[in-house]
Each structure stands twice: as C-alpha cells, then as structure tokens.
C-alpha cells in the first residue's frame, strides 16, 4: 500500500511540474562590442544576450535598450521590438549568431551590428 501511495504522488508531481519545464526556453548568447554600421565606430564593452521564452534582456553593453518583446519568427531570424520602438533582429541556424540593432533618435537613424556565441 505504501508504495502504490509514492508511485501515485510521483506520476502527480510530474504531471503537475511537466508543463512548466516542456514550455520554458532559456537561451543566453555571448556577445562582442556593438559596432556602428555607418561609420564601423565599435562600442567598448562586450554585452550578454538572455532569452527566456519570447522576452530577450540584453545584459551589460553600452546602449540603453535592455528590455524586448519577440514580434515575429522567421525560420531564419527573430525580431524583437522594445518598448521604446528599438528593433532588434537575431539571425538562426548557426552557432554564431549576427545581431542587428535600429534605433531612430529624433531625426536619426542608428544602426548596430554584432556577433554572439552561445
């Protein structure tokens, strides 16, 4: 009887605590300086990317955009927005990632790129 009660709260607690690791998905990427794309000026500090489930939080790096939603899945990027209207695009499929930053100021428009490794 004893160990028909411990199979039943085992196959309970996996029911109950299943979802939640299958739905969750945690990624973090190492990333190099931002490196302006008009003029090729490179920012100074290397920067870490986490994404946990469609939220992206940049850690680090000389920008001020930290906070993203993801708004679009391609097979070969995503697309995340800040609240503030900063896009930011993270290619697919590889190891290295390319990462591309637009940012419009004012009448300015603002382009980063760098490059992340897992």
């Known amino acids: 009887m004893t160990s028909k009660r411990i199979t039943k709260l085992v196959l309970l607690t996996t029911l109950i605590l299943w979802p939640v690791g ?18 090729k000026k490179q920012l100074q500090n290397n920067f870490t990317i986490k994404i946990n489930n469609s939220s992206l939080a940049i ?36 190891d290295q990632r390319n990462v591309t930053l637009w940012q419009n100021i004012g ?11 897992t």
């Open 59 to 94: 850690l680090g790096g000389d920008l001020d955009s930290k906070f993203f939603e993801l708004i679009y899945s391609h097979p070969s990027f995503y697309l995340f927005s800040s609240p503030s209207g900063v896009l930011l695009n993270i290619s697919r499929g590889s």
């Open 22 to 39: 299958a739905n969750s998905a945690d990624f973090v990427f190492y990333c190099a300086p931002w490196k302006e794309i008009d003029n």
């Open 107 to 117: 009448k300015e428009q603002l382009f980063y790129s760098s490059t992340c490794n």
